[in-house]
């Protein structure tokens, strides 16, 4: 009662996470419960960084390195640039929000798409950014439209590649387009948490734009392949003018000391990596033709979820999956993501949907 709130921060939802399996299994009594919301690793953390875990418990009274010295070392030299262009963040989303403090002034612009990442548009209107919506095409970034939508107030231009919900990339001759004409004044975001998974090779080399010197970020996350969602951690790589304003407003401590130490180990996990890749090409044979045996088409994806058109209210197909102990995505609609499991996991997904689908008709 009695709150002066302001309108932006009034206008905004809280967001709406995938539903914890515990929390389900404790609602229907269910005793399995298979969860494929998330875009999680389905085989786990990287055994590596588990490995690098060891010991950790007794140093959890110390402050993290605030500099994270040596995360941030062997992330420049995977990637070949200086450590002073690499930012951490508790996990990729809080560079989002680090980049709408740092860059947006109330009313100064932010161009996304008008199905991508729902961070995107909060972290713009929590600092009183003005989010300027730019439709997809067939699903996919239409970056000559958000090219046009460009003005003398825009600051940030986010490309979230692949898309989350939708999966699909833009290729490298149409980022190639946009970053021509693209005004010094605005940064370009590669949001490449799916990065790792992406197979095609038209992808965009988005860390060669930072190298030219131009105004963009590429963030990556360990929470997706590497299987650290849990611990919050993610980067961002750019030109050491760009980091050095977001480290004025980062917070001192924001990734924590077992989050770097695990991300260390898993950085050098190749294994893991190459061993997720393969189960995830496997799982999107198995669920795309399940999913079009069912009469559905999936979006042809670059990431470890397909996005589908269930034909019918989304909403009802999410809770009736959620009685059979499977946790997918409603984004809206009639749409649904699922997140690509291991193989019993999908073969479960799937017979679920049949029956929910049968039971709908
Ligand atoms: C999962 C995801 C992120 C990363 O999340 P963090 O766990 O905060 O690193 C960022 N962008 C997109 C599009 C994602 O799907």
């Known amino acids: 009662m009695g709150l002066q709130v302001h309108p932006d921060i009034r206008s905004l939802s809280p967001y709406v996470p995938g539903k914890p399996v515990e929390e389900l299994q404790r609602e229907l009594g269910l005793t399995r419960v298979i969860k494929l919301a998330s875009n999680e690793n389905p085989l786990g953390p990287s055994p590596k960084a588990i490995a690098a875990l060891s010991g950790v418990q007794a140093t959890l009274h110390r402050y993290p390195d605030g500099g994270a010295i040596q995360l941030r070392q062997a992330i420049a030299d995977r990637w070949k640039v200086d450590s002073d262009q690499v930012i951490l963040g508790n996990g990729s989303d809080e560079i989002l929000g680090l980049l709408a403090k740092t860059f947006l002034t109330p009313g100064d612009e932010a161009i996304m798409a008008d199905h991508t990442f729902v961070i995107y548009k909060m972290e713009v209107t929590a600092v009183h950014g003005k989010p300027i919506v730019v439709p997809l095409v067939n699903w996919t970034h239409d970056l000559e439209s958000m090219a046009r939508a460009i003005t003398p107030r825009t600051r940030l231009l986010f490309l979230c590649n692949p898309n989350n919900p939708t999966g699909t990339m833009v290729s490298a001759e ?143 197909v999410f809770d009736a999956l959620l009685r059979e102990g499977i946790i997918v995505r409603h984004i809206e609609g009639t749409m649904i993501r699922v997140t690509i499991g291991q193989s019993d996991e999908n073969t479960a997904f799937l017979q679920a949907l049949k029956k929910v689908l049968d039971g709908a008709r």
Not at 230 to 245: A, D, N, P, Q, W
Not at 248 to 268: D, I, T, Y
Not at 280 to 302: C, D, F, K, V, W
């Open 174 to 316: 149409a980022v190639d387009r946009l970053m021509a004409g693209v005004p010094e004044d605005v940064i370009v975001v590669f949001d490449e948490a799916y990065f790792e998974y992406v197979r095609s090779p038209q992808f965009p080399d988005a860390m060669a734009y930072v190298k030219q010197g131009r105004n963009a970020i590429v963030l990556r996350t360990f929470s997706k392949i590497y299987g650290l969602a849990g611990l919050r951690i993610g980067y961002g790589i750019s030109t050491s003018e760009i980091i050095g304003f977001l480290n004025r407003v980062r917070p001192p401590f924001n990734a924590n000391s077992v989050a770097q130490k695990a991300a260390l180990g898993a950085l050098e996990d190749d294994d893991h990596v190459a061993k997720s890749r393969a189960v995830n090409a496997t799982g999107m044979e198995q669920l795309g033709q399940g999913l079009r045996a069912l009469g559905m088409t999936p979006i042809s994806s670059e990431t470890n979820f397909l996005y589908f058109d269930a034909k019918r209210d989304g909403r009802s």
